[in-house]
């Protein structure tokens, strides 16, 4: 069982992949079904994917003092940052942490909490904020990612499909 909570864990911290790809493993992967059940694989994941989201939150600010140090990032790429977040902080107060949860949240490339957290730290979200969106955002891509995956799983998703082909082993 540990192994396959640190392989859930291992794939759900990976950049542009986290739950979106650790759910469909744990569910698929015929190791870790006979370990764990499909909730836990969602509660695992999920878990692991609103701490990645809190840690990576935290790590920005530390992280930009530390490249601010370097001449040529505080002189070229910082302003550009800042007149960013002067531009677009008035529809993330408008928006706030809904949109960025509707952005963590959509399972499509691109979006998850490695590149929330960098957009809401840039945007000046606050960390309350912030956390609350991840939390959402996790969820919503959450459901969206197990539901689909049991569709395949109990054969609402035809054999033929885009889906079927993507994540079950066709039997010859």
């Not at 701490?51 to 550009?80: D, N, Q």
């Not at 490339?109 to 957009?119: E, L």
């Not at 197990?146 to 889906?163: M, N, Q």
Request: one cysteine or more; proline letters at 5%; a positive charge.
């Amino acid at each position: 069982m540990i192994k396959a909570i640190a392989i859930l864990t291992a794939i759900t911290l990976i950049p542009a992949l986290e739950l979106r790809a650790s759910i469909p493993v744990g569910i698929f992967n015929s190791d870790i079904q006979g370990t764990l059940s499909w909730p836990m694989v969602a509660v695992i994941c999920i878990i692991a994917n609103i701490i990645l989201g809190w840690i990576v939150f935290a790590i920005m600010g530390p992280a930009f003092t530390f490249i601010r140090r370097w001449g040529w990032f505080e002189r070229t790429i910082w302003p550009i940052l800042e007149k960013t977040q002067h531009k677009i902080h008035p529809y993330v107060e408008k928006y706030g942490e809904f949109g960025v949860a509707l952005f963590i949240g959509i399972p499509l490339p691109g979006s998850g909490v490695y590149t929330g957290a960098f957009g809401s730290y840039l945007l000046g979200l606050d960390k309350r904020k912030f956390a609350i969106a991840n939390v959402i955002g996790v969820l919503i891509a959450a459901v969206a990612v197990t539901a689909l995956c049991l569709a395949i799983l109990h054969g609402a998703v035809g054999d033929d499909s885009l889906w079927a082909k993507l994540f079950l082993k066709q039997k010859h």
